[in-house]
């Protein structure tokens, strides 16, 4: 069965400084690997998807991720936070893009000023 | 950009009241999905709706719940009867279903079972 682990429920970032939030996947075919963001009292927006071809993708707001099956991780990064960039963090993993999708527990993202 | 829309943002209910949560997916989308997050948990699927039937559901989709598509555009999640540990926010989401286009999830309805 496919699963996601987030290890790190709650990570604290100076403003400025550079991000790297981590997601660990168990799925027996290729997978779809996808990173959604909420905002408080927000639903799911979308940052950015893995389907095929080049492993590090280019999301919106300035995120990436790198897929790299040898290690079954699909981290998301980004160069430098905005304090806007406060939020809770989900991994996703799908069968394709009609299956459901199995999320991570999701890391909350805390800026400092 | 087109978006998924739910309604109402927040329901409050007495257990054991039946309650119809509403959701408009992205007009040319062919796939519907309920999920749902317990406060503090992980987002969970409920089930997944296509061509006007269950395609999947989950062990939490259990015979309290039911979907419906009443017309082109609305998609339902009844809850017959509910319980106190059905609070939860849920999430209505729709995908093209075609090649490799992703869900969009709406913002979701917050239930509140007193």
């Known amino acids: 069965a496919q699963s996601v682990t987030q290890p790190d429920i709650h990570i604290t970032v100076s403003e400025g400084a550079s991000l790297e939030l981590r997601c660990n996947y168990s799925?027996?075919?290729?997978?779809?690997l996808f990173w959604y963001v909420q905002s408080p009292g927000q639903g799911l927006q979308l940052l950015l998807k893995?389907?095929?071809?080049?492993?590090l993708v280019q999301g919106i707001k300035g995120f990436e991720a790198e897929f790299k099956r040898s290690q079954s991780s699909f981290n998301l990064r980004k160069p430098s936070v905005h304090w806007s960039d406060a939020a809770e963090y989900f991994c996703?993993?799908?069968?394709?893009?009609?299956?459901?999708?199995?999320f991570g527990q999701g890391t909350r993202l805390t800026i400092n000023p | 950009e087109p978006e998924v829309t739910q309604t109402p943002s927040h329901q409050v209910t007495q257990m054991g009241q039946e309650v119809i949560l509403r959701c408009v997916p992205i007009?040319?989308?062919?796939?519907f999905y309920w999920y749902r997050q317990i406060l503090g948990q992980k987002v969970e699927f409920l089930v997944s709706?296509?061509?006007?039937?269950?395609?999947?559901k989950s062990e939490i989709f259990d015979d309290q719940f039911s979907v419906e598509r009443p017309d082109g555009s609305n998609f339902t999640l009844k809850i017959r009867s509910t319980k106190l540990e059905d609070s939860a926010m849920y999430f209505c989401?729709?995908?093209?279903?075609?090649?490799?286009?992703?869900?969009?999830f709406g913002d979701g309805t917050r239930l509140s079972i007193l």
């Open positions: 989401a729709s995908g093209g279903g075609a090649g490799n286009q992703p869900q969009h």
């Open positions: 799925y027996g075919a290729t997978p779809y």
């Open positions: 893995y389907f095929s071809g080049d492993t």
């Open positions: 996703a993993v799908g069968a394709g893009g009609a299956q459901k999708l199995v």
């Open positions: 007009s040319n989308h062919l796939y």
């Open positions: 709706f296509y061509n006007n039937e269950i395609s999947e």
